[in-house]
């Protein structure tokens, strides 16, 4: 086995194997907490005080603005 393979077979086992950790993670979160990726839970007190987002009209988004 020559250098080269063993490098490249090092980086395609990590890369595997950080694939398997993300997949674990999904399928199983944390206990309270909503997708485990944050740690905080679903509401946050940052999170219910933010202003209401309004979206832009799709007949709007081409509208441009003259002055």
Do not use: E, N
Request: charged share 15%; net charge positive; aromatic share 8%.
């Amino acid at each position: 086995m020559g250098w080269q393979f063993a490098i490249v077979l090092a980086c395609v086992l990590l890369a595997a194997a950080y694939v398997v950790r993300a997949a674990w993670r999904t399928w199983h979160p944390k206990p309270g907490s909503c997708g485990g990726g944050c740690g905080t839970g679903c509401a946050t007190p940052a999170a219910a005080d933010a202003p209401k987002v309004t979206l832009i009209p799709a007949d709007q988004l081409t509208v441009r603005r003259r002055d």
